[in-house]
């Protein structure tokens, strides 16, 4: 076990500090020969029984201190990827009642997590995301060189904003999307991104019929026989 072999180590140099020491109260203080001569076992009968009760206690005491130091240790950063764990379930159930693709991918743009909403808008099953997928699988292929640019100013620390996509849905299909995302850390490290796409084509089949409109209106006064002006 990992912390099992820090307490060790702990134990161990704490015993030679003490057997360290005993041989220098032996040499400077006690007169009992060379200090380093003490060290190197050169120890009379009557004295080794001590020095090894001195270094024995002191592997214990070590043992017994950073056990309890390690062990409130371990419980912090079980305490702490608890609370990790709960805050992602917290995210995950959220993600899920949300009426867009919510999404996040790693570094490569693979997707680690999507939403129920992106699997059904897409038209992928939970297998072929377990199978992996791809963010740039998930865009028309004009679009891909523009996605990579702007993964790489998010990677250098730009913002480019909310970007306008033509996603790929699996059957071939297209749409347009607004495209939400932002750089997120683990451990103090670029890991990825996260962000959500909107589903744009109500919005622009609204501006083409508002241009519709507007070409006719302008057809028929540009047809008119009388004069027509606005001021």
Not at 117 to 127: E, I, M, P, S, V
Not at 133 to 156: I, N, T, V, W, Y
Not at 193 to 204: A, E, F, N, S, Y
Not at 206 to 224: H, K, Q, V
Request: charged share 25%.
């Amino acid at each position: 076990m990992k912390f099992n072999s820090r307490i060790f180590s702990v134990s161990l140099v704490l015993g030679i500090l003490a057997w360290i020491l005993d041989a220098a109260i032996d040499a400077l203080v006690f007169g009992q020969g060379p200090f380093w001569d003490l060290v190197i076992m050169d120890v009379p009968a009557s004295e080794l029984a001590h020095r090894v009760l001195v270094v024995s206690l002191f592997v214990v005491f070590g043992f017994s201190i950073a056990n309890i130091f390690f062990k409130r240790e371990m419980a912090e950063q079980k305490a702490a990827k608890q609370a990790l764990q709960e805050s992602e379930e917290w995210f995950r159930s959220l993600a899920e009642l949300l009426p867009e693709p919510v999404f996040e991918t790693d570094l490569t743009s693979k997707l680690t997590y999507v939403n129920r909403r992106a699997l059904d808008l897409f038209g992928y099953t939970k297998d072929d995301f377990e199978r992996g997928l791809s963010g740039f699988d998930m865009l028309s292929p004009e679009c891909r060189e523009d996605a990579r640019k702007s993964l790489q100013e998010r990677l250098e620390g730009i913002d480019p904003g909310v970007v306008e996509y033509t996603a790929l849905r699996k059957d071939g299909s297209t749409f347009p999307v607004l495209f939400h995302a932002s750089l997120f850390r683990a451990e103090g490290r670029p890991a990825g991104l996260r962000g959500i796409l909107v589903d744009i084509t109500k919005q622009k089949e609204a501006e083409a019929e508002l241009w519709a409109t507007e070409g006719r209106f302008r057809n028929i006064i540009e047809s008119s026989p009388m004069g027509v002006f606005l001021y």
